[in-house]
């Protein structure tokens, strides 16, 4: 079958689906496979529960009249959602980065939807599946979309950017994370300039952080640059601490304005400038920025404040990476907070650097004083260390449930498959 004519029934049928247990009456389901499993196997299940299609790509699966068959079915959703994309004739911006990317994602969305309706990455729906379902959910009364693009290996992006066509782009920063698949911070940096190559060959523009010298480069031959920074940029700010909380002075023509917030940390401040800088370029007053920013809170495990009983919780348990790391733990060692400790999880897909990885956290670590310390995972197994060690966040978390702290501040931290967001909800409330 032809993309045209998938589209065409795609339009009666709006709503896509990669996943039986959530199909609603109506979908289209796709039956992708993984090295675990055979989508294929469950086109009958999703017909049963009401889809109106189920494009497989294995025919001795077919039943019936609504089955769709193509060669392959993941490239067919991506091909289906470039189709839809080209469609769309609204400002399409991407957004990538080491760290920082969702909450920036998150922050954008809120302060464009004061102006305009505005589709955005839900969660963290940001890799070859993730993007395209992402575009497939934008309806037509879209005025704007905001695509976050995850990468672990290089021409990822490049590869979502001829499906999302990007307007425009940002790059958060290039960190040391995914060093596995990207091999040092050199193939980093060349994973996520794969967006400025985009940007750079279609003619269109970027929002630069010039905080970060090696981005300019990274961003010579793009003609259109809007640029964000706390030295003189375009937009120009500066990070105010809240006790732990962020607040962001700007420069205006008159006064400086001062931006409240609920994110914890200063390292969030190119996040917050790169809002009110794109915020202002398409057309939302500062005011409104003002007011979007200071009612966003975040949630899902970045950055979140929490009180847990008479203890209170930096829960930032999504992501980690030695760049990320490293500016949450010095942001929390600057504080002004009681009994601080530190309960962190191992980092993830660092390779042949893991052992050196970890050990230099546990050196940052001992830079400072704390209440306590607890490490968790297997990649703190063989770092020497004075510290407390678990090899699992459920062995923490008992631990923790026996021996709760009392009137502490407790920066919670680690990769996502660490999972040490149950080590707070072990606390008691």
Not at 254 to 259: A, F, K, R, S, Y
Not at 263 to 280: H, R
Not at 304 to 314: C, E, S, T, Y
Not at 383 to 399: G, I, L, Q
Request: charged residues 20%; aromatic residues 8%.
């Amino acid at each position: 079958m032809e993309i045209k004519e998938l589209y065409e029934r795609y339009l009666r049928y709006p709503s896509v689906q990669t996943d039986t247990r959530k199909i609603k009456q109506g979908d289209i389901y796709f039956a992708l496979s993984g090295p675990n499993f055979d989508g294929n196997t469950f086109a009958a299940e999703a017909l049963q529960k009401g889809a109106a299609y189920a494009v497989i790509d294995n025919a001795a699966f077919a039943v019936g009249d609504k089955c769709i068959v193509v060669d392959n079915t993941l490239q067919t959703l991506q091909q289906l959602a470039k189709y839809h994309r080209q469609q769309m004739d609204i400002p399409f911006i991407a957004i990538t980065g080491s760290n920082g990317k969702t909450t920036t994602k998150e922050l954008l969305a809120v302060v464009l939807s004061r102006k305009y309706i505005t589709y955005a990455t839900e969660g963290n729906l940001n890799n070859h599946i993730g993007v395209p379902l992402t575009i497939l959910k934008i309806k037509k009364d879209a005025q704007m979309a905001i695509i976050e693009m995850g990468a672990n290996h290089q021409k990822e992006i490049a590869s979502y950017c001829e499906i999302a066509l990007p307007d425009y782009g940002v790059i958060t920063n290039c960190g040391k994370a995914h060093i596995e698949g990207f091999g040092g911070i050199e193939g980093v940096r060349k994973g996520k300039g794969e967006l400025y190559d985009f940007i750079r060959e279609t003619g269109g523009t970027i929002f630069l952080n010039t905080d970060l010298e090696y981005l300019e480069p990274m961003a010579d031959g793009i003609s259109e640059q809007i640029t964000y920074g706390s030295h003189p940029a375009g937009y120009t700010g500066r990070p105010v601490m809240n006790g732990v909380f962020l607040n962001v002075e700007v420069d205006t023509d008159d006064e400086p304005v001062t931006l409240t917030t609920h994110l914890v940390g200063e390292y969030n401040f190119p996040n917050v400038l790169l809002a009110v800088a794109a915020g202002e370029h398409f057309g939302v007053s500062l005011q409104e920025i003002q007011a979007a920013l200071a009612a966003y809170n975040p949630d899902n495990s970045r950055s979140q404040w929490l009180k847990k009983g008479n203890n209170q919780v930096i829960l930032d348990a999504y992501n980690a990476n030695p760049t990320s790391m490293k500016a949450a733990m010095e942001n929390f060692a600057k504080a002004d907070l009681p009994g601080k400790m530190l309960w962190i999880g191992g980092m993830r897909e660092m390779g042949t650097e893991e052992q050196h990885e970890h050990a230099e956290l546990v050196a940052l670590i001992d830079k400072y004083e704390w209440a306590g310390v607890i490490l968790v995972g297997k990649e703190f197994a063989t770092v020497k260390s004075a510290h407390m060690w678990f090899e699992n966040s459920t062995d923490a978390a008992a631990y923790v449930a026996q021996h709760p702290p009392v009137n502490s501040s407790i920066l919670i931290k680690g990769s996502r498959g660490s999972k040490m967001e149950v080590m707070a909800a072990a606390l008691p409330e």
